[in-house]
């Protein structure tokens, strides 16, 4: 079920957490990224849609790999997200699908960013377009305003595991407590049915917050932190995170130590 990316087990043992880097310029991006090797965050998105323009070929290859020589052994995680999935970018779907191919040409990212719904048929071509390049593919559906119902997430889940993703991933905003609930059984439901890949998940704003840092419990692989601007609703500095998930992780490995049985494993 794990995907080994640098040495990086996606989908083992606690939730790895991944710090997004905005900047409109490549000089910020690059002095952000800075800051972030030695950590403790596995992965770095680089979310392409802030950038205040895409360079031509040369220049942005260049700017790739100069971010990835920056990281070291950090995965890189290339994302240009829409606005109609909650990002500020403004691209046809030929420019978008044009630029997640150059990404991949540039032999510098270890992940791409697939927006599921985008256009009929996108995602399979360019799930098989990265795959060709060495590069991984998270596929991903965002809802701002509300949470579909479970079974709806259990189904978008399977659009994406079938459409050849390796990494599903779906992010909904809770308008009641049920609604994170309801997103985290739907993992549950995805791997109850023989779902084997591992899933991104998140109820995102404060409601949700339980999402983002109980993972190992319920199935999601991977965490998003901030440093500095988050970008989305509900994400807390990654220093947080990674103590919170260090502590989860010890507890939950006492758990399987005791066979499952908790406090009843301490009663007389």
Same mark, same amino acid.
């Given at each position: 079920?794990?995907?080994?990316?640098?040495?990086?087990?996606?989908?083992?043992?606690?939730?790895?957490?991944?710090?997004? +880097?905005?900047?409109?310029? $490549? @000089?910020?991006?690059?002095?952000?990224?800075?800051?972030?090797?030695?950590?403790?965050?596995?992965? *770095?998105?680089?979310?392409?849609?802030?950038?205040?323009?895409?360079?031509?070929?040369?220049?942005?290859y260049g700017f790739l790999k100069e971010l990835r020589q920056m990281l070291r052994e950090q995965a890189l995680l290339f994302t240009f997200r829409s606005r109609t999935e909650g990002g500020k970018g403004q691209l046809s779907v030929e420019a978008y699908q044009r630029l997640c191919e150059a990404a991949c040409e540039s032999g510098q990212?270890?992940?791409?960013? +697939?927006?599921?719904?985008? $256009? @009929?048929?996108?995602?399979?071509?360019?799930?098989?377009?990265?795959?060709?390049?060495?590069?991984? *593919?998270?596929g991903s559906s965002h809802e701002f305003q509300s949470t579909p119902p479970e079974a709806e997430l259990v189904k978008r889940l399977w659009y994406m595991d079938r459409a050849g993703v390796d990494i599903p991933k779906v992010a909904v905003m809770p308008r009641e407590k049920k609604d994170v609930l309801a997103l985290m059984s739907a993992v549950l439901s995805y791997r109850e049915q023989g779902g084997s890949k591992p899933v991104i998940a998140m109820s995102m704003g404060e409601m949700g917050l339980i999402s983002r840092l109980a993972g190992e419990w319920y199935g999601s692989a991977v965490t998003f932190a901030a440093e500095g601007h988050a970008s989305a609703p509900g994400q807390i500095p990654y220093e947080e995170v990674k103590q919170i998930l260090e502590i989860l992780h010890l507890h939950a490995g006492k758990e399987i130590e005791n066979g499952g049985q908790g406090d009843m494993a301490c009663q007389g």
């Open positions: 079920m794990g995907i080994n990316i640098r040495g990086i087990m996606i989908g083992e043992g606690r939730p790895k957490i991944c710090v997004p +880097v905005m900047g409109t310029r $490549k @000089e910020e991006v690059l002095a952000l990224a800075e800051k972030l090797p030695g950590t403790g965050a596995e992965l *770095v998105e680089l979310r392409a849609d802030y950038l205040s323009y895409i360079p031509d070929a040369e220049e942005f990212i270890d992940l791409l960013d +697939v927006e599921a719904y985008l $256009k @009929e048929g996108l995602m399979e071509e360019l799930s098989g377009y990265a795959h060709d390049h060495g590069v991984k *593919v998270v």
